[in-house]
């Protein structure tokens, strides 16, 4: 064994020296042949012939030689390889269109499964993350509810199945005195244990202990190491050095590598990803046994042999007993516990197979069209094929050497499609979302060249393969007789051409009727009411820190001025601020109850709460339905006041007028406990991709039942952009140089980032779209084209015998029309079964829509006679003479 | 004449070579010489075909092949039997000794 290969490596890489040995050994065997004759008494040419005789052909033998050294098959592939890079040099119009089609279609299939490989396939950046899952609470009303911390407490002290068991809760904090003018940080509150869950250890100092977690041991902070380096300079001893956040020093335990990534979270949310600046304690505060304040999120690490169920059950059972054990009865909550995988990629994890598919749909017609486009070649080449049959070459041999021209054909598109897909990834990249998981982890990695380099052989031999072994069954006798021009192949060969046509024609049809989809349901999510006007609005927000704005009356104040005084701001038509700003994620949630009525069993009152200054609506452009806006006149000491929209109004007051109504969040509640509802304004949809509102409320800044030193600033202006971000962040600094403004952004670019997911799956089906019908008018193109320069002849005797260039063009338009008609309604077919996995990814289309099914057919049939009316005006210009003596 | 000269029956041109060249080490045309010399002249190996069956049995391990000084002072391929081409010389003759012998049975029966 060892042997053979070493012999075969010789006869591979050493070609030279055993070809010559070869030569040398035969030429030897030779003469002493020729030797002997001559003694034996013949001439010199007498002894040669003899000795040539006895040998046989010795080309032939040096062949069989090589086949017996085992390097045969490789021989003849670089030959092979030679005469297919010969062909397609010496028709370079033809390589360029098929080798760029192909180009095209495989690296919009590498760009795309970058996206996959990235996002889908490759593992999380943590050891062992399949073991990593995320704890909420579910009920019917609210699918996904954060924890209570002292239910977590529970949780963690009597579950059996986690290795670590951890939570945290969003909390930025300001920074002043590090290297820049305040900033806020993006923070989180994680428990002890939060870094051992994800598998992660600070690269300087060590995590939080189980010690930070009561009340007055918390001011201690873990930096990432973003922070650490561009703050403090990556200063070596930063640990044990005191910090100023939230006007509070805070001691630095330790700091984390680069490259620790935010799992995600839900609740106020921070998009998964390397963004999260530091950490710092959470600490158990307040009275264990009321539990109605839920803010904090779960995350475990779970045993071995563990699963997602088996602790979900687990944390159900303890949870029973927790309110077993506090004496509430049973409740509609439930914990469910989900693998942080489906947490991260799950919402992206459909969308992202189907543009795969649609990608792969892509691929799947440009094999039919180079195939075709193949099929036609090896007609022309049917005479050149049918002297090789004659002179000896087998037809595996020709089947082979043709494969190896389409394997050509595909590698070359495939290596052209990498450096597309390169760029093409970037594009895609920033065409992403900005909260869509893991889009900086794209890149165009090693199982991409991989893929790409599958895709394009399986390509190769994919479409190679048919015109193959269509080429190789030729007829040697009749390919030469006829000399290349009609045969009887050909009824077969059209078949096929035509089979491939159809296919091509329906599978662009069902791309198209996805991308139909897709764009009906973007511009359906574009005209949604959003429930703001969101032209000409800045918002930003800021963090008052607790330490130095300790009363409900300092805070009121400060907002109450900062919101007057940008107000005066020239240009400044209305400018407020409030609780949280549309879409941001902030979902807190109150239940409460309402004068004069019941509610249900098990289901009781519910509303978002929010909180609002005067000119926070006038400023968003909510809409007054009814009553008044709050008033500077709201303030503590006067009758308490909330507004509530209109899906609040509906659903408890349906044909009611609410204004005069009041509601309480007490439930033994005294005089003074009870709000007085004074409007009622426009829903705002809770989310951009859905009409949804669910009942909400505002209390009045200056009324609200907590403080507020968060908030949210908005500001509507017609004056200059950067001039009002500046004039923003003079009034807040007017106030309290100390204080940061942070998420400076605008309202509209807010609203046209909120669809930027069904804008990037319609523009990428969308293009993928364009290349199918491209494609598939290309093949239909040329079927008929070569139909019609087949059928020359026809035409010219037609037409020598009166028929008018309408006949003609009738005659080879419905040729064409058959093909299409069929293509169109197998794809409208096929669309109709696939369209159903698009269900959860379009907004208020049916799968079915008739206008886009309607509108794809029409438009598909329209290409596709565009495309057949130029060789159908050629067969006009048949010239009866010339077709009549070429036959 | 070449009419009446017995063509080789499939694969028995190998043992024909390992044969020969366990009496000494020979060059191909030495090698076809002899065959034709110890066969009478009865077989008929057309010289051709020798070359191949020799670079195959030399991929196989079972001949070995060197470049000597020939008789008349040229330098020609030798090729000799190797310690495993002895053993492969002993089976393929054992099996072709009872594969003659079972169809000379045959032939013999009444």
Known sequence: ?887 | MADERLELPQGTLDLLILKALALESLHGWALSERLQQVSREALQVQQGSLYPALHRLERRGWIKANWAISENNRSAKYYKLTRQGEKQLEVEAAAWRKLAAAVGHVLDMA
């Not at chain 1, 995350?299 to 007993?321: F, N, P, W, Y």
């Not at chain 1, 408890?652 to 969040?665: C, F, I, L, N």
Request: glycine share 8%; net charge neutral.
């Open chain 1, 1 to 887: 064994m060892l042997n053979d290969l070493l012999y075969r490596m010789r006869a591979l890489f050493r070609r030279n020296v055993v070809e010559t040995e070869l030569n040398e050994e035969i030429r030897f065997h030779f003469d002493r042949e020729v030797e002997k004759y001559k003694k034996q008494g013949m001439t010199d040419e007498e002894a040669r012939r003899s000795a040539r005789l006895a040998f046989g052909g010795d080309e032939q033998v040096k062949e069989d030689c090589r086949e017996a050294r085992g390097t045969g098959l490789i021989d003849t592939g670089v030959q092979d390889l030679r005469y297919a890079q010969r062909q397609l040099w010496s028709n370079p119009s033809f390589a360029v269109v098929i080798i760029l089609t192909m180009a095209l279609s495989i690296g919009a299939n590498s760009a795309i499964f970058s996206v996959i490989s990235s996002v889908l396939i490759k593992s999380l950046p943590y050891p062992e993350p399949e073991k990593i899952v995320r704890v909420f609470l579910t009920s019917n009303i609210y699918p996904k509810f954060p924890l209570n911390p002292f239910d977590f407490r529970d949780y963690r002290t009597h579950s059996k199945s986690f290795d670590s068991l951890a939570a945290f809760s969003r909390g930025d904090m300001q920074l002043s005195g590090g290297s820049t003018e305040p900033v806020r940080l993006h923070g989180f509150r994680i428990t002890s244990g939060f870094f051992r869950v994800l598998g992660l250890h600070p690269q300087l100092g060590r995590e939080f202990d189980v010690k930070v977690e009561t009340p007055g041991n918390g001011l201690q902070v873990i930096l990432s190491d973003r922070v650490w380096r561009s703050q403090f300079g990556a200063a070596p001893d930063i640990v044990g050095r005191k910090i100023t956040l939230n006007a509070q020093p805070f001691t630095v335990v330790g700091v984390m590598p680069a490259g620790t990534e935010h799992p995600g979270n839900e609740y106020r949310s921070l998009a998964y990803g390397e963004d999260v600046d530091l950490w710092w304690p959470f600490t158990f505060e307040g009275d264990p046994t009321r539990r109605g304040a839920h803010y904090i999120e779960g995350i475990g690490r779970l045993k071995d042999g563990v699963t997602a169920e088996q602790a979900q059950s687990e944390l159900s059972a303890i949870m029973t007993q927790i309110a077993r054990d506090l004496g509430q009865g049973k409740s509609d909550w439930q914990v469910m516990v989900i693998p942080l995988y489906r947490e991260v990629v799950g919402s992206s994890q459909r969308m992202l197979l189907v543009l795969l598919g649609a990608v792969g749909i892509v691929l799947l017609i440009a094999c039919a069209n180079a195939a075709n486009l193949l099929l036609a070649r090896a007609a022309t080449r049917q005479r050149e094929i049918a002297v090789r049959l004659a002179l000896g070459a087998s037809r595996s041999r020709l089947v082979r050497q043709l494969l190896t021209e389409s394997l050509l054909i595909a590698l070359a598109g495939g290596a052209l499609g990498l450096g597309m897909a390169a760029g093409g990834v970037k594009a895609l990249v920033s065409l992403l979302p900005a909260d869509f998981p893991r889009a900086h982890e794209i890149h165009v990695s090693a199982p991409v060249f991989a893929f790409t380099f599958l895709v394009s052989a399986a390509t190769g031999i994919l479409f190679g393969l048919i015109p193959a072994i269509q080429a190789s069954r030729i007829d040697p006798r009749q390919g030469l007789h006829e000399g290349g021009r009609t045969s009887t192949g050909t009824g077969r060969l059209s078949r096929l051409r035509n089979a491939l046509v159809v296919s091509e024609v329906s599978l662009a049809c069902v791309l198209l009727i996805g991308a139909g989809l897709m764009l009906r349901s973007l511009l359906n999510l574009i005209h949604l009411d959003p429930g703001f006007r969101e032209e000409h609005v800045l918002t930003a927000s800021v963090s008052l820190p607790g330490a130095e704005y300790k009363t409900e009356a300092v805070v009121g104040r400060f907002y109450d001025t900062l919101t007057t005084n940008l107000a005066s701001i020239p240009g400044v038509e209305a400018a407020g601020a409030g609780s949280d700003l549309p879409w941001t994620g902030y979902d807190d949630n109150t239940s409460l109850n309402i004068e004069g009525k019941q509610a249900p069993p098990h289901d009781e009152f519910h509303a978002r709460y929010h909180v609002a200054t005067p000119d926070y609506f006038r400023a968003l452009g909510i809409p007054l339905l009814r009553g008044r806006f709050f008033t500077a006149g709201d303030k503590p000491g006067t009758q308490r006041v909330v507004i509530i929209n209109h899906a609040m109004a509906q659903k408890y007051w349906p044909g009611e007028d609410v204004v005069g109504k009041r509601v309480t969040w007490d439930d033994h509640p005294k005089e003074t406990d009870w709000f007085r509802i004074v409007g009622v304004v426009g829903d705002v949809k809770d989310k951009p991709s859905s009409a949804d509102t669910e009942p909400a409320f505002w209390w009045a800044d200056l009324q609200q039942p907590f403080t507020s030193t968060d908030m949210s600033l908005v500001v509507r202006s017609t004056a200059d952009p950067q001039t009002l971000a500046e004039a923003v962040r003079n009034e807040v600094r007017r106030l309290d140089p100390a204080l940061a403004v942070a998420d400076v952004a605008w309202m509209d670019e807010i609203v046209y980032g909120s669809v930027a997911t069904p804008r990037f799956a319609f523009v990428l089906v969308g293009m993928f779209a364009g290349l199918a019908i491209l494609l598939a008018a290309i093949g239909t193109y040329g079927v008929i084209s070569y139909s019609v320069s087949q059928r020359t002849p026809e035409f010219g005797l037609r037409m020598a015998l009166g028929a008018q260039r309408l006949d003609v063009i009738r005659l080879v338009l419905a040729q064409a029309a058959g093909l299409v008609l069929t293509g169109t309604v197998l794809g409208l077919l096929l669309a109709l079964t696939l369209a159903r996995v698009l269900k959860n990814l379009i907004y208020e289309v049916s799968p079915a829509d008739p206008l886009t099914f309607g509108a794809v057919g029409l438009m598909v049939i329209a290409i596709a006679v565009l495309a057949c009316y130029i060789p159908a005006r050629k067969a006009t210009k048949a010239d009866p003479m010339i077709a009549l003596r070429a036959e």
